[in-house]
């Protein structure tokens, strides 16, 4: 496949995802959508008068100097609801969709400003002169090119929805404006965003995908100006950097939400363009995220000891108060997408379903309207107040998952992303339309049945994710047992004759596993003979229970405490960590935990520990007893 811009060889992804409409989600993650797209996406936006859409109209963006974020929640609610409109066939919340783009669109300004800001704040005006901050901030604060890259995502999705070509017209004219902007105005878009530019270079996402819609090659260009500048800049140098082996949070100020959206750019990049630059540095941070910077639950997490909540801390930290922001959980689904995408490898799969099973759904509220802006893995659930970003980005990530949850290969399969009760009809050349339905109770139980219905009987490859955690899985096709062991990165590949009838059965057993994290301080010293010497100064222990793709929490010890010293027995662990069987009025079952000197513990699903209403505490990690002081 070569470039249609400049000849230079683009990336043919492993994977072409499902569309929304192709999938019918259901159980645990099915339910989360209905009840966002019943909720939230129904309610908060329906029309130009929604406070949300008043933010753009004249009146107030004529004197708009404020600097806030608020104009985002329009493009990020028309790329959630349009998504939803599109899988549900739901003729209102079309309307809407439909009513808000139109009356954004009119709102345009001739040279293609959508934004809802002042004259004099707009990000085509040069800056002045940025005085030093802790949050590498503008010196007039802007969110200004943030809010157009939502916007173009969300304007691409109407299109696609509504198949209506000024919508897609609107968004190219926001890129000609920023590519204006930065080209000939001469304005360098890390003046233009805090965190040294970070929150304005995020228009690498957006203006890629416009090369991916149009075939435009000024969108790509336009694209790799950013990347270019993003570099240029010191205290960001986003590819030098990540090249480099920088830490996270050595990156700008290691703005979580941020970084990752970057690197969704960087990736999206990459495929446009296969310059290995831009996946070296998306690999690298990728793996640094994932072995330093991870919550169990899968999110994003940081902000110990620092001005900002939502900054990674330095590799190595660890506390179980830290912060896990809803946005950060989006932006980290959509990196983990854009790789499985490209490469097809299991272990993005794996931590996008981690991630939703745990960090997003723990961030929700049952009436699909009300989203934790912070969630820890120790602490109390807040449901956040109305303008905060969050509550948006649940949204719109929880309409990610339906089209990561199949995928057709590029050697002419099909392949199954996330488990959980759900079905998908696909075009396979060979086989006509095949449907795949899962029955089963996961993330609850880890027996599933696949229903495999080909519109005609043709040989092509069905690929099962074996995740990371699941050991000794087995796999039967029509009750025959086949071999178990998973192939390349954690997937196994059944290439045979399909017909209508056919079934796979594949269990994944389930125990509860006990895991251990470290807070501890090491002083440097010299011996009196010049040789090094290490001594521990501070030691602090902690365990924590997940059960296949579930992270389990319990609520406040004894009712009122917010800790526990454990002292865990030298018995084998299923003696006294033990799985329950489900309550009738319950998803999913508790584990106990009996450690023979106390009451015992109870565990639930860290989505639900607590009932899942404002106020609510979880307990996730608990403190371990310490070992015995060594001499001095």
């Known amino acids: 496949m070569r470039d249609r811009a400049e000849g230079r060889q683009s990336v043919k992804p492993y994977l072409q995802l499902a569309s929304p409409q192709q999938v019918k989600m259901e159980g645990l993650l099915g339910q989360a959508l209905e009840a966002s797209r019943g909720g939230r996406l129904s309610h908060f936006i329906v029309d130009e008068h929604s406070p949300a859409i008043a933010v753009f109209h004249p009146e107030h963006t004529q004197q708009n100097s404020e600097g806030d974020w608020y104009g985002e929640h329009a493009g990020k609610w028309l790329y959630a609801a349009a998504r939803a409109a599109l899988r549900s066939d739901d003729p209102p919340l079309r309307a809407s969709v439909r009513r808000v783009a139109d009356y954004l669109i009119a709102r345009q300004d001739a040279d293609g400003y959508l934004g ?281 990530a929880l309409e990610e998952l339906p089209a990561i949850a199949y995928a057709l290969t590029a050697d002419g399969g099909v392949q199954v992303n996330l488990y959980g009760e759900s079905s998908a009809t696909l075009p396979l050349a060979s086989a006509g339309q095949v449907r795949l339905r899962q029955r089963t109770g996961y993330p609850f139980a880890g027996r599933i049945h696949i229903e495999v219905e080909p519109e005609r009987p043709a040989r092509f490859p069905l690929r099962l994710r074996i995740p990371s955690w699941a050991h000794q899985a087995t796999i039967a096709i029509n009750g025959v047992a086949m071999e178990p062991a998973a192939g390349e990165d954690g997937w196994v590949q059944l290439t045979r004759d399909w017909q209508a009838g056919d079934a796979v059965e594949l ?54 405490k917010f800790d526990e010293t454990l002292k865990l027995p030298e018995r084998p662990l299923q003696d006294w960590l033990q799985l329950l069987p489900a309550a009738a009025d319950e998803q999913g079952a508790a584990i106990r935990m009996d450690l023979g000197y106390r009451a015992p513990l109870l565990f639930s699903p860290y989505y639900r520990t607590g009932g899942r209403h404002h106020g609510a505490w979880r307990l996730t990690w608990l403190s371990l007893a310490p070992e015995p002081a060594a001499q001095p």
Not at 543 to 556: D, F, M, N
């Open 507 to 560: 269990a994944l057993p389930m125990q509860p596993q006990l895991h251990r994290r470290l807070n501890r301080n090491v002083q440097e010293s010299r011996a009196p003979d010049g040789s090094p010497v290490a001594q521990q100064v501070l030691r602090y222990e902690y365990a924590a229970v997940t059960c296949g793709p579930l992270v389990y929490s319990t609520g406040l010890i004894d009712g009122f």
């Open 116 to 396: 809802n800001y002042a004259p004099e704040r707009r990000f085509m005006r040069k800056q002045p002169p940025k005085p030093v901050s802790w949050d590498g901030a503008p010196a007039l604060r802007t969110w200004d090119i943030w809010t157009h890259s939502y916007l173009i995502l969300g304007l691409l999705e109407a299109h696609r929805l509504l198949d209506e070509p000024g919508y897609l017209q609107a968004a190219c004219r926001i890129g000609d404006l920023c590519w204006q902007t930065l080209t000939e105005g001469g304005i360098d878009i890390t003046t233009l965003g805090n965190h040294h530019g970070m929150s304005a270079t995020v228009l690498m996402d957006p203006a890629t995908e416009l090369y991916f819609v149009t075939g435009e090659r000024r969108y790509l260009q336009l694209a790799e100006r950013v990347a270019e500048q993003a570099n240029g800049e010191p205290m960001l140098a986003l590819l030098d950097r990540a090249l480099a082996g920088a830490d996270a949070s050595e990156i700008a100020t290691g703005k979580a939400y941020q970084l990752c959206w970057n690197l969704v750019g960087l990736a999206k990049l990459y495929r446009a363009t296969g310059d290995a630059r831009y996946r070296q540095a998306v690999d690298h941070l990728w793996q640094n995220i994932g072995q330093h910077h991870l919550s169990l639950g899968g999110g994003p997490w940081g902000g110990v000891a620092h001005r900002s909540r939502e900054v990674f801390n330095p590799a190595g930290t660890f506390h179980p108060q830290a912060y896990v922001e809803t946005c950060s959980v989006l932006a980290w689904i959509q990196l983990n997408r854009e790789l499985l995408r490209i490469t097809g490898q299991a272990r993005y799969a794996d931590e996008i379903e981690r991630s939703a099973y745990n960090d997003l759904l723990g961030a929700l509220a049952p009436d699909g309207q009300d989203w934790c802006y912070y969630s820890f893995p120790n602490g109390q659930r807040v449901h956040t107040t109305y303008w905060r970003c969050c509550k948006s980005s649940g949204a719109m």
